[in-house]
């Protein structure tokens, strides 16, 4: 249920306190682990193949980037528009028999492909799916229970995509079924900061009281969950035009790509996972929890509609008007309630969601390096879908298969990289992540000692202004000479390559380097990898320009408009920035695999950590001080932790790159860099991450 604001300030309190004692330890073991530059006893020999004790270090390095403009050039847009168009030709729901067609036909493809490996990994999962012969809906009903509206069971069909017939109609999965009756609230974004806005100024008490948020600023699961915290008994969401369609409702589509009135975003309320197998991989002979002592943690109903459905609601508010950020852009005057201007009508919520068990499959393609095997190199999307998913995620999917094909060819030519590249294809994505997070429970010890880095990418284009990626600071540095190499994909400017019109169109501040953030979250598969086993990830992607567009997301996400006909007419009509992205994944997932000294810098992670606790300081500073926290200690290592990643780096620098023993062990001790921040207790009350 949450906690109340005293306790919830005492508990982030909390919190800070005791990962600032896990950084100081961290940084401690780190330290010790970059200062001893000499060691030679973790690795002899025999662990390096005979054919590469007299490695040449400059001809492989010439032999690499050779293959790199190979890559580059065999990638065919074409290939990737066909892909696309195959796979979202029906609906690719989690746990559908349209899925688990569409799993068999990507794993042969990627057999025929050439891969030393492929197989199909399934997982006996928990699912929350919508009924079918009885929808949600969301009513306007009298005293006597008679309804006067009704939302929409289905979206319209607004092109011949929407025409087929086993569309699922919208839901948030894992929100409970239930059916509750009472008046109306208008809660903005449905923030906490909204809810006590209300409680403090208005005296609104939401006790027996339903909700209407507008999606958008936080998770929509944290709208329910702060909906509950405040005792109301059900939540209706909705994307409304301010967010999703800033232009007005005349030109919607399928006349462009902003949002109809007809439009409903889908998502998940749920945690990340399968529910009843947590910490473990949910295999057929995994010891399962029963439902009732999961940690579902929904327990009131939600229902997503679309704007052309919310302002039948939102017009019949009474009550004092919303305070003017809170005003989206329907032609209402936007009221908080509670309750309607005719007190004989109130809303009823009918929610008729169903759990069941369903099998969620994984593609995963091998690649064998031929120098060190053991070593890993991931790229990763997942092929599920809320309907069709021509932008999330298969334009991911349909890029990654053309990688696979061009690497195979690079296999089937005798040309291999010095490590393992893995291909991941994720089942269950939309629904929690539940693919990604089984897989990584199952290979969990693996990929501690093995893996090199993880490349997500959830979906290649929603838009073609500029890239965005969010990077583990190890990855930054292997991201842009990546960049460096691909062309830009318009072909007309004079910023030559794709790193090149990054930087111009997206520059860090003062860095004269690209933007890239840093905080990762949870929001896609890489989750899993880089909060639970520490692997250096990537989740990238070309997007809008969110100057040009203050929108939350592009506008027709997680509806049943996200077609193939959208992409191709909307999104990227040539496929030339579908094939950037291809390139610069494939690009940088070679060069990972195949580089000698993992160019890597550390010097940006000890960086990166004294950026962090500087903005901590700014933020909670006169909070410590009330409470006698004291950071000396913290600070200290941060200021240690910078002396020995420049030393650790003039090392690399004056290191023989053609002693591969040496190499392994130095790229060994930067691969555990991220992994000596984990703590496997987890931080208190949320023992995932």
């Not at 000499?38 to 010439?62: A, C, E, G, L, W």
């Not at 944290?222 to 109301?232: E, G, I, S, T």
């Not at 880095?453 to 500029?466: P, Q, R, T």
């Not at 992409?567 to 494939?586: E, G, H, K, Q, S």
Request: a negative charge; charged letters at 20%.
């Amino acid at each position: 249920m949450g906690f109340p604001p005293q306790k919830q300030q005492k508990r982030t309190i909390y919190l800070i306190l005791v990962a600032t004692g896990l950084v100081c330890l961290s940084l401690g073991v780190i330290i010790g682990w970059f200062s001893n530059n000499n060691s030679r006893d973790t690795i002899s020999p025999k662990d390096v193949p005979s054919n590469q004790m007299n490695f040449d270090y400059k001809q492989h390095q010439r032999q690499m980037g050779d293959t790199l403009q190979s890559i580059m050039h065999e990638l065919n847009k074409d290939n990737i528009r066909s892909n696309l168009k195959n796979y979202t030709s029906k609906q690719r729901l989690a746990g559908t028999e349209n899925v688990k067609a569409m799993v068999k036909h990507i794993a042969q493809q990627w057999r025929d492909h050439g891969l030393d490996k492929v197989e199909i990994t399934p997982y006996e999962v928990l699912m929350s799916y919508p009924n079918i012969t009885n929808p949600n809906r969301v009513e306007i009903v009298m005293d006597d229970g008679v309804p006067v509206f009704t939302s929409a069971f289905v979206e319209k069909a607004l092109d011949e995509d929407g025409k087929q017939s086993d569309i699922i109609p919208p839901y948030n999965s894992w929100a409970p079924a239930g059916m509750v009756e009472g008046e109306l609230v208008y809660v903005n974004y449905g923030q906490i900061e909204d809810f006590m806005f209300l409680k403090n100024n208005l005296s609104i008490n939401f006790t027996n009281k339903i909700v209407i948020a507008r999606y958008g600023k936080i998770f929509r699961g944290d709208k329910v969950l702060n909906a509950q915290r405040f005792n109301a008994i059900g939540v209706i969401l909705y994307t409304d035009p301010a967010d999703f369609n800033i232009y007005g409702t005349s030109n919607t589509y399928p006349n462009s790509w902003w949002m109809p009135d007809t439009g409903v975003q889908r998502g998940t309320v749920g945690g990340d996972g399968d529910y009843l197998t947590p910490f473990y991989p949910a295999k057929e002979y995994a010891h399962r929890l029963a439902v009732d002592k999961t940690t579902i943690n929904i327990k009131i109903p939600c229902q997503p509609i679309g704007y052309g459905d919310a302002i039948h609601f939102l017009r019949e508010l009474v009550g004092p008007e919303a305070p003017d950020d809170w005003k989206g852009k329907l032609n209402i005057t936007y009221r908080i309630g509670p309750g309607f201007s005719d007190g004989n009508k109130k809303v009823k919520l009918t929610v008729n969601n169903y759990l069941t068990m369903v099998t969620v499959e994984n593609v995963i393609g091998v690649i064998t390096g031929n120098v060190e095997p053991d070593r890993y190199v991931l790229l990763g999307n997942h092929h599920d879908a809320w309907v069709f998913g021509a932008i999330d995620p298969l334009s991911g999917t349909a890029t990654l298969t053309e990688i696979t094909r061009v690497m195979g060819k690079m296999v089937k030519a005798d040309i291999r990289p010095k490590r393992t590249i893995v291909f991941c294809t994720w089942g269950g994505e939309e629904v929690g992540l539940i693919g990604s997070t089984e897989w990584v429970e199952e290979y969990m010890k693996v990929l501690y000692e093995r893996a090199v880095a993880y490349l997500n990418v959830d979906y290649a284009v929603d838009y073609i202004d500029n890239l965005v990626a969010g990077t583990s600071p190890l990855l930054q540095d292997p991201l842009y000479q990546a960049a460096k190499i691909v062309p830009n994909p318009d072909s007309t400017s004079p910023y030559k390559t794709l790193y090149d019109i990054w930087n111009k169109t997206s520059p860090g501040d003062g860095t004269g380097e690209p933007s890239i953030y840093y905080s990762l979250g949870s929001g896609s598969d890489m989750a899993t990898f880089y909060q639970r086993a520490g692997v250096p990830s990537i989740d990238m992607w070309y997007d809008y320009d969110y100057n040009k567009w203050d929108i939350l997301s592009y506008p027709l996400y997680h509806s049943a408009y996200e077609t193939f006909h959208m992409y191709t007419t909307f999104i990227d009509p040539t496929f030339n920035y579908t094939l950037a992205v291809a390139r610069l994944w494939a690009v940088l997932a070679w060069k990972l695999s195949d580089e000698t000294v993992l160019s890597f810098d550390v010097r940006r992670y000890a960086k990166s950590i004294k950026d962090f606790i500087a903005t901590l300081k700014d933020e909670f500073g006169q909070e410590w001080q009330i409470h006698n926290v004291n950071i000396v200690a913290l600070e200290s290592a941060s200021n240690n932790l910078t002396l020995a990643a420049d030393n650790f780096h003039n090392h690399i620098l004056n290191i023989n790159q053609n002693d591969l023993l040496a190499v392994r062990m130095l790229n060994d001790k930067m691969m555990q860099l991220e992994r000596a921040f984990l703590d496997p207790e987890g931080l208190p009350g949320r023992p995932i991450y």
